[in-house]
């Protein structure tokens, strides 16, 4: 099996995903957005919201980034900030950060010519109702003239009826990838219309969805990305190299790349009088002063607990301030 080179760096979670609009011409009734991104015209670099270059620039380097993946939204409906994003992380990087785009659109020539030397590897998501007639349809029009530009180009869609369509199509891409088809908050009433069910109550994964791509997948280079698959490798790995970079000595770093670490209100006494005893009883690296709160090891906080009074509890979130899983209180 050919992996795309966008792949192989995901697999290693040095991608990072820069999500550079919500907006988008077509209405997919499977699409994964959540509303929270869906429709609306901000940037994210990870799960972190941006409005900078220099933001972006910062959360590559917190992961380590040796590429980055442009998603959206439609990204060809905002191609100058495309651009802009894509020119600052190969000028900082070097040409060397492979970036992959996607896109639901057919890019035009013009897009094209915009995004040489700026998107190393392109992404096509034709509708699933021109893959029947795929071969006449703009999207291997397109694929032809970018593979003549120098780009690499493939197909990336989601797992649904008719993908042996794609066929004919393989002879002119260099990878074709099926998603698994991905249950989520705004698409799950569309899901209940169709028939179709979750696979377990671990993933996201929708039941049987995998016979579907069977015949597409006796061809070298197509490749099935599962949904386990995001959730336990791509996602994890992403995690884990943010946090080997910014875990502070008292956060203890998960096996899912999360970072835990306990937080104590103080009830009485000075936020100063309580680092003082921290430092006292755990030394300078077990815990930081927070404006109101002292951050500390989690499993100091119980040991701190006869001294200190106040509101104690444990934080798991992603690195880096990234999104909180779960607050234990003490
Ligand atoms: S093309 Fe992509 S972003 Fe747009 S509606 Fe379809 S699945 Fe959603």
């Given at each position: ?95 060397d950060h492979h970036i992959h785009l996607y896109t639901a659109k057919a890019p035009s020539e013009e897009d094209l010519l915009t995004l040489r030397g700026l998107v190393d590897e392109m ?95 006796k061809n070298d280079n197509v490749h099935w990305c599962s949904s386990a698959f995001k959730d ?99």
């Open positions: 099996m050919t992996l795309a080179k966008g792949c192989i760096l995901c697999y290693q979670g040095a991608k990072m995903v820069l999500f550079v609009t919500g907006r988008c011409h077509r209405s997919c009734w499977y699409c994964p957005l959540s509303s929270e991104r869906k429709g609306k015209d901000a940037v994210y670099a990870n799960e972190r919201r941006i409005e900078s270059t220099d933001q972006m620039i910062r959360e590559a380097e917190a992961m380590s980034a040796l590429g980055t993946g442009v998603t959206g939204g439609e990204p060809l409906l905002c191609i100058d900030r495309v651009a802009t994003y894509c020119r600052a992380l190969k000028k900082h990087f070097g040409k992404r096509l998501h034709p509708p699933q109702e021109c893959w029947e007639d795929i071969l006449n349809s703009d999207f291997i029009r397109s694929a032809k003239r970018a593979k003549e530009l120098g780009f690499d180009i493939g197909i990336e869609v989601p797992a649904l009826p008719g993908l042996s369509h794609l066929i004919p199509a393989l002879p002119y891409l260099d990878f074709l990838n099926i998603n698994e088809l991905e249950w989520g908050e705004t698409n799950a009433d569309g899901m209940r219309l169709r028939g179709f069910e979750l696979a377990d109550g671990v993933h996201n994964a929708v039941q049987g969805t995998r016979e579907w791509a069977d015949e597409l997948l336990s490798v791509q996602l994890r790995e992403r995690l884990k190299r943010i946090a080997r970079n910014t875990a502070r000595p008292f956060d203890e770093v998960t096996d899912d790349g999360t970072v835990v670490y306990g937080v104590l209100e103080p009830d009485t006494g000075t936020i100063a009088e309580c680092t003082n005893h921290c430092r006292d009883e755990l030394g300078e690296d077990c815990y930081a002063a927070c404006g109101d709160h002292i951050e500390v090891a989690w499993w100091a906080l119980e040991e701190l607990g006869d001294h200190l009074a106040g509101k104690k509890y444990v934080i798991e979130r992603y690195p880096n301030w990234g999104i909180i899983v779960e607050v234990t209180p003490l």
